[in-house]
């Protein structure tokens, strides 16, 4: 497998308190990576050493393919905290002062403001945009040089639910349009786990677990959730209780299906779409994944 970051026993002291303790990390190209761990745990100052804005102590890292070559984060993008943006200029005077700024010459700002849902915003001072709309022009700003590879630290944090899913298509659209790697930190595990393929686990600067979404699927699948166009509910659930019979299957909504009994999510997609039935979504419940982040970060 191709990573677009590998870490080291990576580690960062300060004072005497260790704040990331030997972590070793590895980003699969293309991927949504997923960093998981409490306010505090060492999410940030990790983030923070690979966009160069901090020195590691300890251990060494592999960006893009290179060590030790500052070079390559021209072809990364990044938003740690909050967006440093000018409120008395509009979105596209931003976008044009930022790429003056990193000397940025040839670059389609409209392109940029569109992918991030921002092209109709036209005049408008960024001071009179919501929260929302500010997230996504920081990372409008991360996108400047068409980087391979971006970096957001928290960037649904006090977002409401339309801004967070919103924010989400975005950056799926991001990663399977444009073909971005994208890390993303967060301690909203649901939504997370709707956007990434990958994750890592982070307690108390160590680094606890690292896996796929297919692992992660796989312990929580002692329920799964199928999700189908409403149209198609009905049918679904004939078609599941015919191959499962001895499996309860509850209906939760008019989209949304519960088996309770763990299968084989693959095998099950298969039947329904040779069956004629539209599904969109399904994966582990999600009371199962939070369960199972909670008892990685309390060590059971």
């Keep these: 497998m191709e990573y677009i970051l590998q870490t080291d026993n990576l580690s960062k002291v300060y004072g005497a308190k260790t704040v990331l303790n030997d972590v070793s990390i590895h980003v699969p190209k293309k991927s949504i990576y997923g960093l998981v761990g409490k306010n505090g745990a060492g999410k940030t100052t990790l983030m923070r050493i690979i966009c160069g804005l901090t020195n590691q102590s300890s251990g060494s890292y592999t960006l893009l393919g290179k060590s030790n070559d500052n070079t390559v984060r021209n072809n ?67 996108l400047l040089g068409n980087p391979d590879f971006l970096i957001l630290d928290e960037p649904i944090n006090g977002l409401d639910p339309e801004g967070v899913y919103e924010m989400r298509k975005m950056l799926e659209n991001l990663n399977k349009q444009y073909g971005t790697t994208i890390m993303i930190a967060s301690h909203i595990l649901s939504e997370l786990y709707k956007l990434a ?6 307690d108390n600067g160590c680094l606890i677990d690292e896996f796929s979404k297919e692992t992660l699927e796989d312990a929580c699948s002692s329920s799964v959730q199928v999700t189908v166009e409403p149209e198609y509910l009905q049918n679904a659930r004939t078609l599941i209780a015919t191959r499962y019979p001895n499996i309860r299957c509850e209906v939760i909504s008019n989209q949304i299906l519960r088996l309770h009994e763990k299968i084989n999510l693959a095998d099950l997609n298969q ?30």
Excluded at 93 to 119: A, C, P
Excluded at 197 to 202: E, L, M, Q, S
Excluded at 290 to 299: H, M, R, T
């Design 76 to 142: 990364m993008g990044m938003l740690i905290e909050k967006p440093g943006v000018y409120e008395h200029m509009t979105a596209l005077e931003n976008l044009r002062y930022f790429s003056l700024l990193f000397g940025i010459t040839s670059q389609d700002h409209n392109k940029i403001l569109e992918m991030v849902g921002l092209h109709n915003v036209e005049k408008k001072k960024v001071h009179q945009f919501s929260l929302g709309m500010k997230q996504r022009l920081g990372i409008a700003i991360s």
């Design 271 to 300: 039947f329904l779409v040779e069956n004629k039935v539209r599904v969109c979504g399904l994966g582990a419940n999600d009371e199962d994944i939070e369960k199972f982040f909670v008892q990685k970060l309390s060590g059971r």
């Design 197 to 202: 393929t990958d994750y890592a686990i982070i």
